[in-house]
């Protein structure tokens, strides 16, 4: 865990908070997490990055139910396909 000063703090609670707005994120009860931290720039200012190393290394990948066949052409009956020319 990386300590950040208190603008850098600042700075990700207004990033963390305009995201929730947006609704580009939303609040999660899980264990893992994904580091943050600044770079700085030539022109001497700091942009954020994430690191999302950690959290790769422990998502299971293609978890998750998958539909029965069946159910799937039985669907894909009642349903009109629009596209755009």
Same mark, same amino acid.
């Given at each position: 865990?990386?300590?950040?000063?208190?603008?850098?703090?600042?700075e990700v609670h207004e990033f963390i908070q305009e995201q929730?707005?947006?609704?580009?994120i939303r609040p999660s009860k899980s264990p893992q997490t994904a580091? &943050?931290?600044f770079i700085g720039k030539k022109n001497g200012k700091k942009y954020m990055i994430q690191d999302y190393w950690y959290l790769n290394k422990w998502t299971i990948k293609n978890n998750y139910?998958?539909?029965?066949i069946s159910?799937? &052409?039985?669907?894909?009956?009642?349903k009109k396909v629009f596209t755009l020319s």
């Amino acid at each position: 865990m990386y300590s950040l000063l208190r603008e850098e703090r600042e700075e990700v609670h207004e990033f963390i908070q305009e995201q929730l707005k947006k609704r580009y994120i939303r609040p999660s009860k899980s264990p893992q997490t994904a580091l &943050v931290f600044f770079i700085g720039k030539k022109n001497g200012k700091k942009y954020m990055i994430q690191d999302y190393w950690y959290l790769n290394k422990w998502t299971i990948k293609n978890n998750y139910p998958l539909s029965l066949i069946s159910d799937i &052409v039985e669907n894909i009956g009642t349903k009109k396909v629009f596209t755009l020319s």
